[in-house]
């Protein structure tokens, strides 16, 4: 054991993610958060002296104003009774309402804790039956969990929307009076172009003590376009392709349960490997878009990249028995044939460098089960596994994907949508490591100018994958 000084410091920084987690939490109650360290590799992006000092001062806050605290339970429980009644509070709070599958989820989430971080509001989380148990708490001595039976529809229905009022202000009326609490909705089902992005809906915003936002979205590329947030952000993360890494890594970590599920796993089948690959399959419509297809442009895609080797076709070749190396393959897909049809495939012939493929895959659910714990444990499970693999594999336009890529800090290589064409479009590697912004704005804060974003923000580009998208890089 190497026991110099410098080794006794390095420890305690990586096990920290390089100043990203606050020290002190109770390692018994979230193995993971103290020990990802010893499952990937260090990442070569560090957050910023002035991230890290963000993060900390948000803690603070969130300790004096989340649950438990004085003011969350005089005020927040009042405002969430009686959205009409006018409270002055020193605190505000932004509740997330998820939507859509996990990774959706995780990525708007993300982009909710950053809105708070920016705007001074005590994060709080409504999960479902179906998402609980699966994080640990993010913030030290407090919780983030907002009760899931309060934010009902009817709820919902009775209080202010963000669409109103953007009207009433567009319309100038005198005699509107902002809400304590407002229900703020940017799932992409609905009409996106809502300002929200621009610094007028942010004055307003600002004034109202407690907001329910619910979004299915990466949005963060909105807020750099908000001038309000602009320097802010560029201090915060001075590297703009790394801003789902460094919050995906900050907020979600696994629950010792779905540690049990990813470290056991990963100790068994991957931990041995000389390299590991991930190849994330996620096929929106099996109808449309064929097994052969689809395994054609794996085979496409890893072998023409040489992320796998290609097999040695002589008819009599021995398989070679020493300095072999071990290429690990694993796979998340809800189908198996992928999985299946790859380890047949080296399982009957060497490869032409002698590397040993092994391929593995943890589950095949078959079909997307909306509401489904166990199902969501295994997903979390397998995003994460994804995550710590060397190099990635991902398929277009999906958020499941995002978030494996955005937790490993990897570039992965994206298969194409091939819908009824016979031979795949060429794999890409992605130009970052953010998600895609599936639904930006698309006009000015006018609402009258069709906008460009690519154009006129030089650190946003089309989504490699889904064009009207746009990602930061
Ligand atoms: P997206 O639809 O690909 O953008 O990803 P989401 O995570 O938002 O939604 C898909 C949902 O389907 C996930 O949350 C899982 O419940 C399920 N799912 C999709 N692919 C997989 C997979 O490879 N493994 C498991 N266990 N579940 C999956």
């Known amino acids: 054991v190497d026991s110099s000084p410098n080794t006794i410091t390095r420890v305690p920084m990586e096990k920290l993610l390089g100043g990203l987690l606050a020290p002190g939490f109770d390692e018994g109650t979230c193995i993971s958060r103290y020990q990802s360290y010893l499952y990937r590799k260090a990442s070569p992006r560090k957050p910023s002296p002035y991230l890290i000092s963000k993060l900390r001062n948000y803690e603070d806050l969130h300790k004096r104003c989340g649950p438990h605290s004085k003011s969350y339970n005089k005020k927040m429980t009042r405002l969430i009774k009686n959205s009409k009644i006018n409270l002055t509070t020193r605190c505000s709070y932004i509740v997330w309402k998820g939507s859509n599958g996990l990774g959706n989820r995780m990525i708007s989430l993300s982009s909710v804790f950053l809105y708070a971080v920016l705007t001074d509001r005590v994060l709080l989380v409504e999960f479902w039956h179906d998402m609980s148990g699966l994080f640990c708490e993010p913030f030290p001595n407090s919780s983030w969990e907002f009760p899931e039976n309060i934010l009902t529809t009817s709820y919902l229905n009775h209080i202010q929307t963000y669409e109103s009022l953007v009207q009433n202000n567009m319309a100038n009326t005198s005699k509107w009076v902002l809400p304590s609490i407002l229900y703020l909705n940017l799932q992409h089902s609905r009409e996106h172009d809502k300002l929200f992005h621009c610094d007028r809906s942010q004055d307003l915003l600002r004034k109202i003590p407690a907001l329910i936002l619910r979004s299915d979205q990466y949005f963060v590329p909105s807020l750099f376009m908000t001038p309000y947030f602009q320097q802010e952000l560029s201090k915060m993360f001075p590297e703009k392709g790394t801003i789902f890494h460094h919050m995906g890594r900050y907020l979600f970590h696994p629950s010792n349960k779905a ?34 297809t689809i395994m054609a442009s794996i085979l496409e895609c890893t072998l023409n990249n040489k992320l796998l080797p290609e097999l040695d076709t002589r008819i009599s070749v021995p398989f070679p028995t020493k300095n072999r190396t071990f290429k690990s393959v694993f796979v998340a897909s809800l189908h198996s044939e992928y999985a299946e049809n790859l380890t047949n495939m080296y399982w009957r012939k060497p490869t032409i460098t002698g590397e040993i493929i092994q391929v593995y895959q943890a589950s095949h659910e078959g079909k997307q089960k909306p509401g489904d714990s166990i199902q969501n444990m295994k997903a979390w499970s397998e995003i994460y596994l994804l995550s710590l693999c060397d190099l990635l594999v991902t398929s277009y336009k999906s958020t499941f994907g995002y978030v494996a890529q955005g937790l490993g800090g990897l570039k992965p290589w994206i298969l194409y949508r091939s819908w009824g064409e016979k031979i795949p479009k060429p794999c890409q590697q992605a130009l970052s490591m953010e998600p895609c912004f599936h639904y930006p704005p698309k006009s000015d804060c006018s609402a009258k100018n069709k906008v460009d974003i690519t154009s006129v923000f030089p650190y946003m580009k089309a989504c490699e994958d889904f064009s009207p998208g746009v990602k930061l890089v």
């Open 259 to 292: 540690w049990r599920l990813i470290s056991s796993f990963y100790d068994a089948n991957l931990a041995k490997a000389d390299e590991k690959i991930g190849l994330q399959i996620r096929v929106f419509n099996t109808r449309k878009s064929p097994y052969q």
